[in-house]
Nanobody, 122 residues
Framework: QVQLVESGGGLVQAGGSLRLSCVASGRTFTGYHMGWFRQAPGKEREFVSAMSWSGRTINYAGSVKGRFTISRDNAKNTVYLQMNGLKPEDTAVYYC???????????????WGQGTQVTVSS
């Protein structure tokens, strides 16, 4: 079965950095867009960042632009999210996602990971 497995979350102080990883398996992901969403307690899930298979399309939420960087290694079916200058409002469960269309505008994404917790203390 298709699986997306996130890692790299943890507890950091404001201003710190974390690097999240997501490894996809169970099928070929050639042509797939991959990226990240997050959900904080009491809030709706929100888009964070996504990247097309070719790398020609990259999207960031305005709240993270300039602080987070998405990248991917297609040979390893892996997508990364480098998070710098973390703020308490970045605290959330971060979910990896994959689909054949642009994740920034997709309304029914095909594949999801289980999530990894990121907590930023003040």
């Amino acid at each position: 079965q298709v699986q997306l497995v996130e890692s790299g979350g943890g507890l950091v102080q404001a201003g710190g950095s974390l690097r999240l990883s997501c490894v996809a398996s169970g099928r070929t992901f050639t042509g797939y867009h991959m990226g990240w969403f997050r959900q904080a307690p009491g809030k709706e899930r929100e888009f964070v960042s996504a990247m097309s298979w070719s790398g020609r399309t990259i999207n960031y939420a305005g709240s993270v632009k300039g602080r987070f960087t998405i990248s991917r290694d297609n040979a390893k079916n892996t997508v990364y999210l480098q998070m710098n200058g973390l703020k308490p409002e970045d605290t959330a469960v971060y979910y990896c996602a994959a689909d054949t269309t642009n994740l920034a505008i997709s309304i029914n994404i095909k594949y999801w990971g289980q999530g990894t917790q990121v907590t930023v203390s003040s």
